[in-house]
């Protein structure tokens, strides 16, 4: 059964680069048909999509995003999201979560449990 | 403001059937399935529903969805306390090329 785990620094320090990495276990990230994804979520609020990356290695984003975006397939078993030039409008719960995808009908499943980032100074 | 609408709240007694709504455009709902998410508090979203009305190993069959044209919804019949969380909805937008959330439902159980 797949896992994914979210780890990095709780805190950052505006205008600097968020970085964040989910770490999958269970199964393999370079192989099946999926997209391996990010969602966000500041508190008391909903969820937004801030984009993925397929195990082909292409990537799609979110276009209010896209500009400071970067997500990243590591060495291991890992996949990245840095975020650069943050300001306290991306302090949130960030998740990283497995995209199946099955022709029109994709879904995310599983997720990790979310990392909280504040950027504050 | 959520791409997809979602109305803020909904409640139900023990017992009740409860149905929330999702509504977009036809670049989204209109052109591709919707998926259900829960999200029980303090925890990570969790897949409900997927394809409109299809339920995940482990689900129970108390929840269905449905769509039809640019709208959703979700149904829990026989609502427990259990069912407490919020109710997301998700599809893919044509126009943004992106995944979109609704801005959930807040479910109560009374």
């Known amino acids: 059964q797949v896992q994914l785990q979210e780890s990095g620094p709780g805190l950052v320090k505006p205008s600097q680069t968020l970085s964040l990495t989910c770490t999958v276990s269970g199964g393999s990230i370079s192989s099946g048909s999926y997209y391996w994804t990010w969602i966000r979520q500041p508190a008391g609020k909903g969820l937004e999509w801030i984009g993925r990356i397929y195990t082909s290695g292409s990537t799609n984003y979110n276009p209010s995003l896209k500009s400071r975006v970067t997500i990243s397939v590591d060495t291991s078993n890992n996949f990245s999201l840095k975020l650069s030039s943050v300001t306290a409008a991306d302090t949130a719960v960030y998740y990283c979560a497995r995209e199946t995808v099955a022709g029109k009908y994709n879904w995310f499943d599983p997720w990790g449990q979310g990392t909280l980032v504040t950027v504050s100074s | 403001q959520s791409v997809l609408t979602q109305p803020p709240s909904a409640s139900g007694t023990p017992g009740q059937r409860v149905t929330m709504s999702c509504s977009g455009r036809?670049?989204?709902?209109?052109?591709?399935?919707v998926n259900w998410y829960q999200q029980l508090p303090g925890t990570a979203p969790k897949l409900l529903i997927y394809r409109n009305n299809q339920r995940p190993s482990g689900v129970p069959d108390r929840f269905s969805g449905s769509k039809s044209g640019s709208s959703a919804s979700l149904a829990i019949s026989g609502l427990r306390s259990e069912d407490e969380a919020d109710y997301y909805c998700?599809?893919?937008?044509?126009?943004?090329?992106?995944?979109?959330f609704g801005g959930g439902t807040e479910l109560t159980v009374l």
């Open positions: 998700a599809t893919w937008d044509d126009s943004l090329s992106g995944w979109v």
């Open positions: 036809s670049s989204n709902i209109g052109s591709h399935f």
